[in-house]
């Protein structure tokens, strides 16, 4: 599966939309891009996932570049709740594909 | 979204003393089921991948008689920690993968924290 770049760490206010970056410049034709977020000390949290085409479900919205070769994953009115550790994570759709956990991106919501 | 849960969500055992964690997948059957570790402040570590029926596969370096997988039925997937030992102890957190036709999305349960002392 493609590896990820994602920065470590970002901020936003209280109800203002929070935009995550996430590379996968070696991404192939046939896996797809997932979001999770996992809120200190449970397990995470499927947020939303796609192929090419942009994406949008109660929690957030997935952009993926024309090329594939990055996302961002949106949370369009960030609350304190949403502060947690987001990772992007690239999967085939074999049967034995898996999901790779990176390090991920700290979003700290202030009030 | 899919449910998987576990339990128990705490345990503590006794160093040298085997430790059951369940995982159920409570609305839909996982052919597929993974388990991971995770320790403080670090990102989730793949130990293995469960699948219904046969045996587990596990990620290199990961002592696969030392962690025991078994996946007995579509909705049930259990983690057995033989003989633990303080290093041990650690957030250990399954998933299940939706059928294909339902989408192949993985779902995770909410964690177990083993404490061996």
């Known amino acids: 599966d493609a590896k990820t770049t994602q920065p470590p760490s970002m901020d936003c206010a209280e109800g203002r939309a929070a935009n995550l970056p996430c590379n996968h410049s070696?991404?192939?034709?046939?896996?797809?891009v997932y979001w999770y977020r996992q809120i200190h000390s449970q397990g995470p949290q499927y947020i939303i996932h796609g192929l090419k085409n942009n994406e949008t479900n109660e929690m957030a919205s997935l952009i993926i570049t024309e090329d594939r070769k990055s996302s961002t994953l949106i949370l369009p009115h960030a609350t304190l709740r949403d502060t947690a550790v987001y990772y992007c994570?690239?999967?085939?759709?074999?049967?034995?594909?898996?999901?790779?956990f990176g390090k991920g991106i700290t979003l700290s919501v202030r009030p | 979204g899919a449910v998987v849960s576990q339990h128990p969500s705490r345990v503590i055992c006794k160093s040298g003393t085997s430790v059951k964690i369940e995982c159920r997948s409570l609305?839909?059957?996982?052919?597929?089921m993974f388990w991971y570790r995770q320790f403080p402040k670090k990102s989730l570590m793949l130990m293995a991948t469960s699948n219904e029926g046969s045996k587990a596969t596990y990620e290199q370096g990961v002592e696969k008689d030392k962690f025991l997988i078994n996946h007995a039925s579509l909705t049930l997937s259990t983690l057995t920690v033989t003989s633990a030992h303080p290093e041990d102890s650690s957030f250990y957190i399954c998933?299940?993968?939706?059928?294909?036709?339902?989408?192949?999305?993985?779902?995770f349960g909410e964690g177990s924290w083993l404490t061996v002392v």
């Open positions: 609305d839909f059957q996982a052919t597929t």
């Open positions: 998933s299940a993968r939706l059928p294909r036709y339902s989408g192949n999305t993985i779902y």
């Open positions: 070696t991404i192939s034709g046939n896996e797809y």
């Open positions: 994570i690239v999967m085939g759709t074999g049967a034995n594909s898996k999901l790779t």
